[in-house]
């Protein structure tokens, strides 16, 4: 089992920069990628998406990548704007003789002059922070992962143990309902007595009445299916892969069986047990929330 909370951070080192990535998942119902890269990295984006996606297949998952040149790897072009300069020495010389001005314009005047210059930096060949970025990315997938794992360990033993007190309380149920029985078979024959006598009462309508109330009030379907459910989810609750959504749906059927359960059963140690079965329930729900 795996939380879909966690973090993770690598680095590498290529000749020309330092990569490093960082990973976070948070709680979603399914699984969103979000990949920032630096420009430089842009067409790598699929593959950092493809990557993240052998780990995590619920939740939301943003990948922060950074590059940090190396400055003494650093290489410029420098551009020269020719017909700026040009046409700031032809000004100049025209104001000289407008102003009867004697003077040259020299090459330290002209590297004065504001914007004759554009600088780039070239991109390096990048194949080798690929590798950087393949070697950073699998560092923090790594951590992400156990972070993950680890706090998914926790998260399956609470679960289980919540599955197992309701359990506990599903058996108690079933050894309550023999008791149960007796006290609704004790009312109704109470209720009949008091019928007994009053004119137009069909005794055969009176036995068809509680046939058919103690049908009613029978669980004992309610609570095989309960068990069942159960046991299924114990079974989930163990496995590996993604089950977060496996176990939404059997805490759902877990959840109509406990109120089946206690609208039939007549009885108010039952209806208390399954109150505290839902709390139970409502409690796993919460938790599911953050399991892959």
Excluded: C
Aim: glycine share 6%; charged share 35%; no cysteine.
């Amino acid at each position: 089992m795996r939380s879909m909370t966690g973090y993770g951070a690598g680095a590498a080192e290529a000749p020309t920069a330092r990569v490093s990535v960082e990973i976070r998942g948070v709680n979603q119902r399914f699984l969103d990628v979000k990949v920032t890269l630096p420009r430089e990295y842009a067409a790598w984006e699929g593959e950092v998406r493809d990557r993240v996606k052998v780990v995590a297949e619920r939740g939301r998952v943003d990948v922060a990548v950074t590059r940090t040149p190396v400055a003494a790897r650093r290489r410029y072009r420098i551009g020269v704007r020719e017909e700026l300069a040009a046409r700031y020495v032809a000004a100049a010389r025209r104001l000289a003789r407008r102003l009867g001005v004697a003077g040259e314009v020299t090459v330290a005047d002209v590297l004065r002059l504001p914007e004759l210059f554009e600088t780039n930096e070239e991109t390096p060949a990048l194949e080798s922070e690929r590798a950087a970025l393949r070697r950073a990315l699998a560092a923090a997938l790594r951590v992400f992962d156990g972070e993950r794992r680890r706090e998914g360990a926790a998260l399956q033993r609470e679960l289980l143990g919540r599955t197992a007190a309701i359990r506990r309380l599903a058996a108690t149920i079933r050894t309550r309902v023999p008791a149960a029985a007796q006290a609704f078979a004790a009312r109704v024959r109470e209720r009949v007595a008091r019928l007994d006598g009053v004119p137009d009462v069909e005794p055969q309508r009176i036995a068809q009445e509680i046939v058919s109330l103690a049908e009613r009030g029978d669980i004992t379907e309610e609570l095989v299916r309960l068990e069942s459910h159960l046991v299924a989810l114990r079974t989930t609750l163990r496995a590996a892969g993604a089950i977060g959504k496996r176990v939404e749906f059997l805490l759902q059927e877990i959840q109509r069986e406990l109120n089946t359960t206690g609208s039939k059963a007549a009885d108010l140690v039952i209806n208390r047990l399954v109150v505290d079965g839902k709390g139970e329930v409502e409690k796993l729900r919460e938790q599911v929330q953050n399991i892959e």
